[in-house]
C-alpha cells in the first residue's frame, strides 16, 4: 500500500505526536549521544532538536520509509547537527565495522522484522565499548495488560507498519549482543496501556 506508507501513515504518526511524557524522555536521553551518531528508524525527525551539537561530529540518519524521509529533510534545519540521510538497501546497516560511537533508536525496534539480526547490526557498526540508547514501548509486566496486547497486536501491526508491541525489549537486546547498562521502564500517558509500557536507557557493546 504506497499510498498508506509513504503519505498517510507518516502524518498519522506526526498526528500521535511528541507528548509530555515521551517530549520528557527524549531532551533527556538524546543529549547522551556523543561522536559519530547512527539514528536508526528517525521518522520525521522528532529527536533532531534534542542532539547536542557541542558533542554530535555527524548524524547517519536512517529511515527506510521514503515519506517520513521528506517529513524529516525539512526539519534538518532546526538543528546545528550535521545530518546526513542513508538509505537501507538491504537488511545491513550501510556504514563501516566500528565506525560508530553512538546509535539511538526511539520506538523502532517493535516495526523491524528481524529485530535481533538488526541489533546485532547496530554492534557491528558500534565502536567497542559504543553506545546504543533506546526508548522503545513492549511487552507489558501486568497479566491483564498483556492479554490487550495480543488482542490489538495484529491491528498495531497493520497501523504502524509492522509494529509489535508485544516484543520484550531488554530480551531482543541481550541476543542482539548488547549489554544493558542502565535502564528504566514505566507506562507512559497518554496512550492506552497496551501500547504504552516503555523501557529506555543504555546499552553497549
Same mark, same amino acid.
Given at each position: 500500500?504506497?499510498?498508506?506508507?509513504?503519505?498517510?501513515?507518516?502524518?498519522?504518526?506526526?498526528?500521535?505526536?511528541?507528548?509530555?511524557? *515521551?517530549?520528557?524522555?527524549? %531532551?533527556? +536521553?538524546? @543529549?547522551?549521544?556523543?561522536?559519530?551518531? &547512527? $539514528?536508526? #528508524? /528517525?521518522?520525521?525527525?522528532?529527536?533532531?532538536?534534542?542532539?547536542?551539537?557541542?558533542?554530535?561530529?555527524?548524524?547517519?540518519?536512517?529511515?527506510?520509509?521514503?515519506?517520513?524521509?521528506?517529513?524529516?529533510?525539512?526539519?534538518?534545519?532546526?538543528?546545528?547537527?550535521?545530518?546526513?540521510?542513508?538509505?537501507?538497501?538491504?537488511?545491513?546497516?550501510?556504514?563501516?565495522?566500528?565506525?560508530?560511537?553512538?546509535?539511538?533508536?526511539?520506538?523502532?525496534?517493535?516495526?523491524?522484522?528481524?529485530?535481533?539480526?538488526? *541489533?546485532?547490526?547496530?554492534? %557491528?557498526? +558500534?565502536? @567497542?565499548?559504543?553506545?546504543?540508547?533506546? &526508548? $522503545?514501548? #513492549? /511487552?507489558?509486566?501486568?497479566?491483564?495488560?498483556?492479554?490487550?496486547?495480543?488482542?490489538?497486536?495484529?491491528?498495531?501491526?497493520?497501523?504502524?507498519?509492522?509494529?509489535?508491541?508485544?516484543?520484550?525489549?531488554?530480551?531482543?537486546?541481550?541476543?542482539?549482543?548488547?549489554?544493558?547498562?542502565?535502564?528504566?521502564?514505566?507506562?507512559?500517558?497518554?496512550?492506552?496501556?497496551?501500547?504504552?509500557?516503555?523501557?529506555?536507557?543504555?546499552?553497549?557493546?
Amino acid at each position: 500500500m504506497p499510498l498508506y506508507k509513504d503519505y498517510i501513515y507518516p502524518h498519522l504518526v506526526d498526528w500521535l505526536g511528541n507528548p509530555p511524557p *515521551i517530549e520528557k524522555l527524549r %531532551r533527556d +536521553l538524546i @543529549p547522551l549521544a556523543g561522536g559519530t551518531v &547512527l $539514528e536508526i #528508524g /528517525v521518522g520525521s525527525g522528532p529527536n533532531f532538536t534534542y542532539y547536542d551539537p557541542a558533542k554530535v561530529n555527524k548524524l547517519y540518519a536512517l529511515e527506510p520509509n521514503q515519506g517520513m524521509v521528506r517529513r524529516a529533510k525539512n526539519r534538518r534545519d532546526q538543528t546545528r547537527v550535521a545530518i546526513e540521510f542513508v538509505d537501507l538497501p538491504g537488511e545491513r546497516i550501510p556504514l563501516g565495522d566500528a565506525t560508530i560511537d553512538t546509535v539511538v533508536s526511539t520506538f523502532t525496534l517493535c516495526t523491524i522484522r528481524g529485530v535481533v539480526e538488526a *541489533i546485532q547490526g547496530v554492534g %557491528r557498526v +558500534l565502536k @567497542p565499548g559504543g553506545k546504543f540508547v533506546f &526508548l $522503545e514501548h #513492549g /511487552v507489558a509486566p501486568d497479566p491483564s495488560v498483556r492479554r490487550w496486547q495480543e488482542i490489538t497486536e495484529p491491528f498495531c501491526k497493520w497501523a504502524f507498519e509492522g509494529c509489535r508491541v508485544t516484543r520484550d525489549i531488554p530480551s531482543l537486546i541481550g541476543e542482539g549482543g548488547l549489554k544493558i547498562e542502565q535502564m528504566s521502564t514505566g507506562y507512559l500517558a497518554p496512550f492506552p496501556k497496551c501500547g504504552s509500557y516503555c523501557y529506555w536507557g543504555v546499552a553497549r557493546t
